[in-house]
């Protein structure tokens, strides 16, 4: 968990207070919606598409299983191409390893390619401690750290702000802005550039994460949309990459797929404009000093959960927040926790574990398992069976202490669930309940704090009917009550 | 064929006229139905809500009692989607073969109402008549879970003086999501409010679906606003002729 999402309230408390702010809603929708139906008209080019999910997956089911052989064969490579390799077992290793890095070289400014995986390390602030200056290049990145804001999406960090509020937050933090500045587009990205430039023609330290590596050849491969990615992986004398373990590709051919799917997926693009990959360091050509700090950072207590290892295929992509209706209507700091949305809900409780806080409890439940998210994922997580499976986890953890209302409620309920003796009560219960109301048709607010006022704040509940399904069908079908096919039907799954 | 109806325990609590309809509908299509009367519920709540042990209790319970049918007719696609994809994984979990068996024995044998009358009773027309203005919404189990695909919308565009109005944005979710609607109560009750305005934009008289437990969601919501637009499940729609009375037994 990053340093900077710490301290965050559970997912009910934050997307309360996120729904509390229309301009908020009204960028998500906007920009959700528009990047969905451009998504769905580049992927329908695709007539193999549902082909290349299943490739996709299994590729990467294959790197799961053997991941330690491909992380030793990509160390070979790429040390044996001029590259230097380190492992880090937690974000605080990966972070003492880059500053170290960075001090080797005497410098205090570094520049940066947008990488969710050095958020997830909260790196930056890792060197602001060793009095090493970040600066983010990637330009929703930079917006975002400009506003000293946190990132709300995994490809579009600062899809939470319109361009009226980029404006302002350009005006009152980026030095040497015009004060002229319009929210037009085009004005607002040529102000970033003229800021960028200066520092990437400067720049000695580049900092990476990678969207892919791979094992045979030892190559790393970014992709990136501005060219600003580029700057950074070509200008400066050392470049360090920070990359999650699971970012494996076993050969230079699986690329062919993940090529196909990732654009397509994550801008709604066929390609995206910029792609970098390297392969070691080489004299007279790019950065002289190269690194890659391998992270694991709770991966591969992910890849040992059978039914969670699937999150493991995750690509970043982001196709699954830009269609998830929970997302759409709370945006990504409503999560607490650096990937946001469906692949967050599953990543974050995978990578900590579910009893690591109340956010990583409350992710698992921030989904109606809608499965949109599942049907656009191109590398077929099943993220509503994987929230299914977490949900009993959470259930697990927390039966270890006192239960608490809920736990109690559904226990019980449980045991009446189960006997339909005790439901036939339950019913007949009921239906008094039903002739008291018998003047209203419906239940309006109920002033218990719990479920009963979770569901009656905005909506009514209708009264119970007098008799249940089961005593009419008593009553009306008596004559021809069915003998049940089976003459002991209780007991025939209780002895294998 | 022996038929079995697996009513839901929601249905059958607070529901009873959805079972009802799909009774008179069934048998007016010349099925005998059964009830059996050791059904309760098939888990649904507990397993997406975490409570797998109970869940697995109940799911034996519904295996006892819908052992030896032919087919087992549910009027909801979340419950028909929990023992068709959901059965397999707690029977594996439970560790117990037997259990394993009979769950591929009768988890193949259960239809949403949908299914059944399209493709074992090859029906699309069942002779109902409701001269009403009607919206579909697919929900997600049915559209996603279990692919109900068309079939709702064929059996509704057959029935005689229906005028079935397409819903806007009728791929997104009304928020339900089961405990989902207690435990994240704001954005369940956001995005159903949502929901409730694209049906109120088709000018429907009704509101009609697979699942009554988005139709509770969503008629609480209407019902506060005193929004005037009537839920009802598919069943109660399809079991409508002229002789019943037009529709006006009961919409809540």
Redesign the interface.
């Known amino acids: 968990m990053s340093r900077a999402f710490i301290g965050m309230p559970a997912f009910p408390a934050g997307a309360k207070e996120a729904l509390g702010n229309p301009q908020l809603r009204s960028n998500l929708h906007h920009a959700t919606t528009t990047i969905r139906d451009k998504r769905a008209r580049v992927i329908a080019e695709l007539p193999e598409w549902e082909d290349l999910r299943l490739s996709g997956a299994a590729i990467k089911d294959d790197v799961g299983r053997h991941l330690d052989r491909y992380l030793e064969q990509f160390e070979a490579e790429f040390t044996a191409a001029g590259g230097h390799v380190h492992w880090a077992r937690d974000a605080d290793e990966a972070n003492r390893i880059v500053v170290d890095l960075v001090r080797a070289t005497g410098e205090t400014e570094v520049v940066k390619v947008k990488s969710m995986v050095t958020v997830e390390c909260a790196l930056n602030e890792a060197l602001a401690e060793a009095g090493i200056t970040a600066l983010e290049t990637d330009l929703a990145e930079l917006i975002v750290q400009l506003a000293d804001d946190l990132p709300s999406h995994i490809l579009v960090p600062a899809i939470h702000l319109s361009r009226g509020e980029i404006r302002e937050i350009f005006l009152a933090n980026m030095s040497g802005v015009r004060d002229d500045l319009t929210d037009d587009p085009a004005d607002l990205a040529g102000s970033a550039r003229a800021y960028l430039r200066k520092r990437f023609m400067s720049a000695k330290v580049g900092i990476s994460g990678a969207n892919f590596m791979i094992a045979d050849t030892g190559t790393l491969v970014v992709l990136e949309s501005e060219g600003n990615g580029r700057m950074c992986l070509t200008l400066p004398e050392t470049l360090i990459s920070v990359v999650g373990i699971e970012k494996m590709l076993p050969t230079w051919s699986d690329l062919e797929v993940f090529m196909q799917l990732l654009p397509r997926s994550s801008t709604a693009e066929r390609m995206n404009p910029y792609t970098t990959m390297w392969t070691g360091a080489h004299a007279g050509d790019g950065p002289k000093n190269v690194h890659v700090v391998l992270l694991d950072n709770g991966r591969t207590r992910a890849l040992a959960d059978p039914v969670g290892r699937q999150a493991l295929r995750c690509i970043r992509c982001s196709a699954c927040l830009n269609v998830c209706p929970v997302y759409e209507r709370v945006g990504g700091k409503a999560y607490g926790s650096v990937y946001p949305g469906p692949i967050g809900a599953i990543l974050n409780p995978l990578l900590h574990s579910v009893d690591n806080g109340p956010v990583e409890k409350s992710l698992p439940f921030a989904s109606t398992l809608c499965g949109r998210c599942f049907e656009v994922c191109p590398v077929r997580i099943d993220i509503p069976d994987v929230l299914i499976h977490l949900r009993g986890r959470v259930v697990e953890e927390t039966h270890h202490g006192l239960p608490g209302a809920e736990e109690l409620g559904m226990r019980a309920a449980g045991l009446v669930l189960a006997k339909p003796g005790l439901l036939g009560a339950a019913q007949r219960a009921m239906g008094v309940a039903s002739r008291l109301l018998s003047h209203r048709s419906t239940i309006g607010a109920l002033p218990i704090p719990g479920w009963g006022a979770n569901w009656s704040g905005a909506r009514d509940i209708p009264v119970p009917p007098r008799q249940s399904f089961r005593r009419w069908w008593r009553r009306s079908h008596r004559s021809e009550l069915p003998i049940p096919p089976s003459a002991q039907p209780q007991t025939r799954s209780e002895t294998p | 064929m ?1 038929v079995a109806l697996f ?1 839901t ?1 929601l ?7 959805t ?2 309809a799909t ?1 008179s509908l069934l048998e007016r299509l010349g099925v005998t139905v ?8 098939c ?1 649904q ?8 042990r ?2 697995t ?2 799911m ?2 519904f ?3 819908f ?3 032919d087919a087992i007719v549910a009027p909801s696609s979340s419950c028909v989607g929990t023992v068709r994809h ?1 059965f397999p994984k707690l029977a594996d979990e439970a560790g ?4 394993t ?2 769950v591929e024995e009768v988890s193949p044998r259960i239809y949403d109402l949908s299914e059944f009358l399209v493709d074992r009773l090859g029906v699309e027309d069942v002779g109902a008549y409701f001269p009403h203005t009607v919206t579909y919404h697919s929900t ?1 189990h049915s559209r ?2 279990i692919m109900l695909g068309d079939r709702p919308y064929r059996l509704l565009r057959a029935v005689r003086g229906l005028t079935l109005i397409d819903l806007p944005n009728s ?3 009304c ?19 949502d929901k409730v305005r694209h049906v109120r934009e088709t000018g429907a008289e009704v509101l009609v679906a697979a699942d009554r437990s988005c139709l ?2 969503l ?3 209407v ?2 606003s005193r929004g005037g637009v009537k839920t009802m499940h598919l069943a109660e729609v399809l079991a409508q002729t002229e002789e019943s009375g037009h529709g006006h037994r009961r919409a ?1």
């Open positions: 022996r009513v325990c249905n059958d609590t607070m529901f009873p006229d079972g009802r009774v059964d009830f059996p009367v050791g059904q309760t519920c888990g709540m507990h397993i997406n809500s975490g409570y797998r109970e869940a209790t109940m034996r319970g295996l006892g009692a052992a030896g049918y959901q117990d073969p037997g259990l068996r009979d997600c996603r879970g791929e997104e979710c928020g339900f999501g089961g405990t989902f609607s207690v435990k994240n109560p704001d954005v369940s009750v956001a995005m159903g409010s509770m969601h008629g609480g919501l019902s506060r809540s």
